[in-house]
Structure formats: C-alpha cells, structure tokens
C-alpha cells in the first residue's frame, strides 16, 4: 500500500492567516493526488484534483501544489467557514488511501 | 441532484454479517465505478473497496480482503457491500462514493450521507 502523512495532525489560525497543509507519499504518486474538506456532520467535499486543479465552485483562496511524493494545501486567507479537516488522498495505486487528516482549528 | 443514499447498517456481533445498499438516484451508476469508504468515531477516512462499471473488476483494502465483497445491479442502480466475519475494529460509519476523472485523474465527487455500522457483543 501506499502510506500517506499528512502534517501537521492538527493547527490553530485566525481568520486571514495563510495556511498551509503537507502531505507526503510514502512512493511516488507523480499528481494523483486530490484534496478534500469534511466538515462536522457533513461528508467530505473535493477541493483539489491532481494536486494542482482547482474542483469547479471551490473558491481560488484554495491552492494546490507538488509532484511525486511531496504535496501541499494552501489556503490564502483563512475564512470562517474553512475551519474543518482537510485530507489527502492518492489515486495512483489500484488500492486508494487517504492521509489521516489535518485539523483546522480558531485561535 | 445527483444522489447516493446509503442502508443496511447497525449493530451485529463480532463474527457476524452485515449487507449495506447504496441506492443512486439523479444519475446511472452504469457510467460510474463505485467504491465505499470509512470512517470510525473520531478517525479519518479510509478508503475500503472499488468496482468497475461493469462489476467485472474489484479491489480491496488489505484490512478487509477475504472478508468484504462489493457488488452491484446496475439494473437497480444499486451498489452493495457484503461484510462477513465482522471485527470491533469495522466499527464505522460507511459511506458510497462515485468516482469521476477530471483532467484524467480520478476523484470523489459525489458521497452518501454514511451508513453506521456498530461491532460490539
């Protein structure tokens, strides 16, 4: 299987900061790589598509990065609503998997 | 719209079997491949198992291969997931999921709302 990490597990930030997420594969996933946000009671919600395309509707605060086995989520401007957990997720195997998460909290 | 709504969960005993349904209404699901994903309380998302269009060509998660069967009725538009010898550890909410291929990639784009399945004696 190919593992996903994701850091940090969890962060705290203020509406407006800048915010970034890693995720990193355990071998290269070249840009199948796809980003999603959960909020509570909600199912998750595709963001980003081969780990630079922005899903149609998402706002352009969100941004993609990365190839092989080092990605990165940046959200420009943190706004109310985005405080959720955002996960990774690789579709370059037969077997998908997704990173454990990383949770966007308010200072 | 474009739905999945998932059925079949609740709570069974170690051992035990369960049969979820994933019923899609708005579209066809004979266009789509279908996978199920989980989730248990307070975890993150584990991506369980797939099925091609035709239900010719499966894949498992290592954590459920032997145990867990996906299926589907396109006739019915119907995805399922037959989970034999269930363990505590299946404990989880568990969601259907469409997979799409934009820009040649493949993603979720549609979920179901999850249904709860409980392991427990």
């Known amino acids: 299987d190919i593992q996903m990490t994701q850091s940090p597990a969890s962060l705290s930030a203020s509406v407006g900061d800048r915010v970034t997420i890693t995720c990193r594969a355990s071998?290269?996933?070249?840009?199948?790589l796809n980003w999603y946000q959960e909020k509570p009671g909600k199912v998750p919600k595709l963001l980003i598509f081969g780990a630079s395309s922005l899903q149609s509707g998402v706002p352009s605060r969100f941004s993609g990065s990365g190839s092989g086995t080092d990605f990165t989520l940046t959200i420009s401007s943190l706004q109310p609503e985005d405080f959720a957990t955002y996960y990774c997720?690789?579709?370059?195997?037969?077997?998908?998997?997704f990173g454990q998460g990383t949770k966007v909290e308010i200072k | 719209e474009e739905q999945l709504v998932e059925s079949g969960g609740g709570l069974v005993q170690p051992g035990g079997s369960l049969r979820l349904s994933c019923a899609a209404s708005g579209f066809s699901v004979r266009n789509y491949w279908m996978h199920w994903v989980r989730q248990a309380p307070g975890k993150g998302l584990v991506w369980v198992s797939r099925?091609?269009?035709?239900?010719?060509?499966?894949t498992y998660a290592d954590s459920v291969k032997g145990r867990f069967t996906i299926s589907r009725d396109n006739a019915k538009n119907t995805l399922y997931l037959q989970m034999n010898s269930l363990r505590a550890e299946d404990t989880a909410v568990y969601f259907c999921?469409?997979?799409?291929?934009?820009?040649?990639?493949?993603?979720?784009?549609?979920w179901g709302q999850g249904t709860v399945v409980t392991v427990s004696s």
């Open positions: 999921a469409r997979e799409i291929h934009p820009g040649g990639v493949d993603a979720f784009d549609i």
């Open positions: 099925i091609n269009r035709e239900g010719s060509s499966t």
């Open positions: 997720q690789q579709t370059y195997s037969t077997m998908w998997t």
């Open positions: 071998q290269s996933i070249t840009t199948y």
